[in-house]
């Protein structure tokens, strides 16, 4: 299992950092395809779960905000007016047609293109921040780092659940490895990217950011975790060998790119 994650993890390396480093239409298209199956599976997660969400609004919807997000800003709130109410609008003739559950499918829908939309469109927006670049290698890689140390302790010394319902192999101790881990690699992060020329944030800020972010994305993961087990699944899909879906390999990075974002334009820029 370790073997095929780690194989299927540097496919994505390959695929994703030319993009990364690029920038523009490249990244653009990458975060919008991932974030466009990841809403996919959340559809199929919510009808595992009995639930009807329409696949449309929600993938369509999730693709249309990021580009109204990315290229067209002073039209997002408009772009998203339109989908709420489309939503309602869905979903109305739904219950007309006899689907007595289409309020809560409403609040699906919207859950979605939401989440996986609005959301995941700050990971766009932080890329295109002056030093947009710098600044992912500082932020994604500290959420990454937080996340392997927090797998590999939790497995090797955890013995205190985290949280018994949403993901019972979650630890305590690996939860505050990852913390201390993702502390030192913003830390780390921040000192290869003053060496580079590249940002000029001092190690401590890079630590308090990797500090911040090892605490809280945790949580985006147990909110997917949330859902799987109300579908009663393990995984998103089975789109990446060993990793389970796009959606289980974005719900930290969510939480990261939005996190990360406020943090760099209210604390660091």
Do not use: C
Request: charged residues 10%; positive net charge.
């Amino acid at each position: 299992m370790l073997k095929t994650r780690v194989l299927a993890a540097i496919v994505l390396a390959v695929v994703g950092v030319p993009a990364v480093i690029l920038g523009g239409i490249p990244y653009f298209l990458l975060i919008t395809v991932f974030l466009s199956l990841a809403a996919w599976e959340y559809v199929q997660l919510f009808q595992a779960a009995g639930f009807r969400a329409s696949p449309w609004l929600v993938v369509g919807g999730t693709a249309a905000l990021l580009v109204l997000r990315g290229y067209f800003p002073e039209y997002a709130g408009v772009g998203l007016a339109i989908l709420v109410l489309a939503a309602m609008g869905w979903h109305l003739v739904a219950y007309e047609d006899g689907r007595d559950q289409a309020a809560t499918d409403f609040a699906v829908t919207l859950g979605g293109f939401l989440y996986l939309g609005w959301i995941g469109a700050y990971l766009v927006e932080l890329r295109a921040l002056p030093n947009g670049m710098w600044w992912f290698w500082l932020i994604l890689p500290s959420v990454w780092v937080a996340d392997s140390a927090a797998y590999f302790i939790g497995k090797r010394f955890g013995k205190h659940p985290l949280s018994r319902r949403l993901s019972p192999k979650k630890t305590w101790e690996g939860y505050w490895g990852g913390v201390i881990f993702g502390t030192l690699g913003g830390a780390g992060l921040a000192l290869l990217g003053q060496q580079a020329g590249g940002l000029g944030v001092p190690w401590w800020k890079g630590a308090a950011v990797g500090l911040m972010l090892a605490i809280l994305t945790t949580l985006g993961d147990l909110g997917e975790s949330m859902i799987k087990r109300q579908a009663g699944v393990k995984d998103s899909s089975n789109l990446i060998p060993g990793h389970g879906g796009f959606f289980d390999r974005f719900d930290t990075w969510l939480w990261g790119g939005a996190i990360g974002y406020f943090l760099i334009t209210w604390f660091l820029l």
